[in-house]
């Protein structure tokens, strides 16, 4: 027997809802009923219902954010029915009005109501399958690639803060990858369905991000001509992530410290202490614990942000994970490359492991990127990538060892490039064995892959192996 579509019907006792809750079972629905949007409680999600029914009411638009909030935590697509009244009054609220998928007005035709959730469900049915087929693409949006030891101790922590509910200091350089941790976070925590927030701090305006972060009333300030919920109240049951903490000015510390303490927060102008449920996770690359003792930051504030920790490696410090994250991005911007480039010279993979990344993934990915749509060769090289005279370059050095070792390094790769990374040419060029090559390759860190054949394929550099991932499943 055909199992029963599941309903999720939202509506207070009213004149006729409980015939037409059983006139809906005729049809075959399996129905959930629950009085209020609102009384689902932010953990619980109500697994399996693809399709509701709401009894949309004026209150509900009076309260228009509470409604919003509440309707967006569920994974159910909706149906509105109420009366000709509401729906004209429904005009005003766009917000509410995006959430449903058909009006349907008071008196109800059931055989008509039936026949929308149907079709809604055919859509619903229609767009998992396309999302399974280009799922692939979809997925890496979310997906931290890396399998040095590194990064997966730190997808080890990340699992291990995700499953408690206490603030998270990141650290870590600018373009590690922070964001995405964060994000990782949240979807590994009971929190995974409910909105996941981030705002930067040191981005806004200190005159503004009292307002982002806390909303004001209507009329608070000149220019506040509407009320504005802010990001705080906005991710109720989920978590914030709140990216260039130490960018955070003083006074808007000691109001985060309040909210952090009582999970209370003020809208600016308003008097109304409104409880939020919000997990924060917040992001720096500056040592915090220095601008404790310069003062720029509250100690108290700190604590509270600092109960668990976890760092975002560097990406020099990732090892063999540069040249997967490479092969990575050259095939999820594969679209966007020139149809000659087919991957990466074995020069250029080790020009790449020597580079310092300063920005870190964010660099990686753009001069990839650029290297795909310019590169004129087959296998992208060292100067498609920008970078063969700044890694061999002295000039960037900031000592003098520095600077001899960059120079070493530079001639010892430019005469192994020059030759292929023949070993036997490259030490007669250099006048030295080919011991001591070796050897200077192991110091620099030079990969000895490179001999032979330039124009190697993808496929080949690639391999098959699939590199390893972190999947933002909730942990079980
Ligand atoms: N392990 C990873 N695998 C795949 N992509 C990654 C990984 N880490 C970071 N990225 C990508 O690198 C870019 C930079 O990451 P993100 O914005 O999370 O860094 P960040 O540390 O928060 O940067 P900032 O300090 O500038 O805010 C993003 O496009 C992100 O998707």
Redesign the pocket.
């Known amino acids: 027997m055909k199992p029963k579509n599941k309903l999720l019907f939202i509506s207070e006792p009213l004149e006729g809802s409980e015939k037409l809750i059983g006139e809906l079972k005729e049809c075959g629905w399996d129905i959930t009923h629950i009085e209020r949007l609102d009384s689902i409680p932010f953990t619980e999600n109500l697994p399996g219902h693809d399709v509701g029914i709401v009894f949309l009411t004026q209150e509900d638009l009076d309260d228009a954010t509470i409604f919003e909030n509440a309707a967006n935590r569920l994974d159910t697509r909706l149906i509105a029915i109420s009366h000709q009244e509401v729906f004209d009054n429904l005009r005003h609220h766009q917000g509410i009005a995006r959430l449903f998928f058909g009006y349907h007005r008071l008196p109800i035709d059931t055989a008509r109501l039936h026949h929308a959730l149907e079709n809604l469900l055919s859509v619903i049915n229609l767009d998992k399958d396309i999302q399974e087929e280009g799922g692939h693409r979809g997925r890496h949006e979310c997906?931290?690639?890396?399998e040095s030891p590194v990064?997966k101790t730190l997808f080890r922590s990340i699992q291990k803060v995700g499953a408690v509910d206490a603030p998270v200091l990141i650290q870590?350089?600018?373009?590690?990858?922070?964001?995405?941790?964060a994000k990782a976070i949240h979807r590994a925590s009971a929190r995974a369905k409910s909105p996941f927030n981030a705002i930067?701090c040191g981005a806004l305006p200190s005159n503004l991000i009292q307002s982002e972060l806390f909303g004001h009333e209507k009329g608070s300030f000149t220019g506040a001509s509407q009320r504005k919920i802010g990001i705080i109240e906005n991710t109720d049951g989920g978590t914030l992530f709140l990216?260039?903490i130490g960018d955070l000015p003083l006074d808007m510390q000691v109001n985060l410290l309040r909210f952090l303490e009582n999970h209370t927060i003020q809208r600016v102008g308003g008097l109304k202490e409104i409880e939020v449920n919000v997990r924060v996770l917040a992001?720096t690359?500056v040592d915090l614990e220095k601008a404790v003792d310069e003062g720029k930051f509250r100690e108290d504030l700190f604590h509270r942000l600092n109960v668990l920790q976890i760092r975002?490696p560097a990406l020099r410090e990732r090892g063999d994970d540069i040249a997967t994250?490479a092969h990575?991005f050259f095939n999820k911007f594969s679209m966007e490359k020139s149809s000659i480039v087919n991957g990466f010279s074995k020069d250029s993979l080790s020009v790449m492991q020597l580079y310092e990344w300063p920005g870190?993934?964010?660099e990686l990915?753009n001069r990839v990127r650029r290297a795909m749509v310019m590169s004129e060769h087959p296998l992208i090289r060292p100067s498609d990538l920008g970078l063969e005279r700044r890694v061999l370059d002295a000039r960037y050095a900031s000592s003098l060892e520095e600077a001899r070792d960059l120079a070493e390094r530079g001639v010892v790769m430019a005469s192994l490039t020059r030759h292929s990374f023949n070993i036997l040419h490259a030490a007669r060029e250099l006048g030295i064995s080919r011991v001591t090559l070796y050897r200077l390759m192991e110091k620099h860190k030079i990969h000895r892959e490179g001999q032979g054949d330039d124009i190697a394929n993808h496929a080949e550099q690639t391999g098959s192996k699939e590199p390893n991932v972190l999947n933002f499943n909730r942990v079980k």
């Open positions: 997906q931290m690639v890396g990064i870590g350089e600018s373009g590690t990858g922070k964001e995405l941790a930067n990216d260039e992001a690359h975002v994250l990575y870190n993934i964010r990915i």
